[in-house]
């Protein structure tokens, strides 16, 4: 797993030089000014009904009244620190939210800049199908859906996990995990389709080689770290990324 961890990450910047070698920056703004500006907009209202939303829980538990009148600072101090963790999950559950709306909205773009990108490394030419590219897109959002069922199902457990005093500190960690398994499982599913890999075949490879999927996710959400720039470059970067990892473990045939 930590070869494969590796591989990935180093994927990334092969990915940049591959895309200013091979001009492909049309395709890499196209999809990630729809990204940047639709993220922006979500995590605006976000961060307004997260912060809200955490309040109400505290005051419905009847949490709050009763730190009024206990006064006791150890239990105020673990009790914050359970705001800011739960408010973590939430934001990484946003996140989630967002990410398979973005992957549904933008499949088409980023299933054709997945088949580029192999085209060229490959020198050989995929002819523009729009039946391809409808099978590629339902299979995309099938995708999608299954893997919002099951991520929802760890994220709700890891949840309920976080409500347990300094156990749940560890919570948001296993969620970002999570997170950046699922994100990299969908960019490297594009390149699996491409390979003739049934649902089955995809999920047994990815699972094989769970590191690039982790590590394509990791890179992707700590280029949000970068205002606007990393959010624009993120989504087609990780892409790209996936297809370059992908075809590297594939020749090898590990």
């Known amino acids: 797993m930590l070869k494969d961890l590796i591989i990935s990450i180093q ?85 989630s939210l967002f990410k398979y709306f973005f992957l549904i909205v933008g499949s088409p773009l980023l299933a054709y800049l997945s088949e580029k990108t192999e085209a060229i490394m490959q020198e050989k030419e995929y002819p523009f199908s729009f039946r391809q590219l409808l099978i590629d897109m339902v299979r995309g959002i099938k995708l999608a859906f299954r893997n919002m069922l099951w991520q929802s199902v760890y994220l709700l457990s890891i949840l309920i996990l976080s409500f347990i005093p300094l156990i749940g500190w560890i919570a948001p960690f296993f969620t970002l995990l999570i997170e950046c398994y699922y994100l990299g499982f969908s960019m490297l599913d594009y390149s699996c389709e491409r390979n003739k890999l049934s649902n089955t075949e995809s999920l047994r490879f990815i699972g094989l080689h769970r590191g690039l999927a982790i590590g394509n996710g990791m890179v992707f959400y700590l280029m949000h770290l970068i205002p606007v720039a990393g959010w624009i470059l993120a989504p087609s970067y990780a892409v790209v990324a996936a297809t370059i990892s992908f075809n590297k473990v594939n020749q090898s045939g590990q």
Not at 11 to 19: D, E, G, Q, T
Not at 36 to 62: D, H, T
């Open 11 to 95: 994927s990334f910047l092969m990915a940049h030089r591959f895309i200013i070698r091979h001009r492909l920056w049309k395709w890499i703004l196209i999809p990630g000014i729809l990204y940047a500006i639709l993220f922006a907009i979500g995590f605006f209202y976000f961060w307004k009904s997260g912060s809200e939303a955490v309040e109400w829980m505290m005051v419905q538990s009847g949490l709050q009244h009763w730190l009024e009148r206990l006064q006791d600072n150890w239990m105020n101090f673990l009790v914050i620190m359970g705001n800011m963790i739960l408010f973590l999950i939430l934001l990484l559950f946003y996140f």
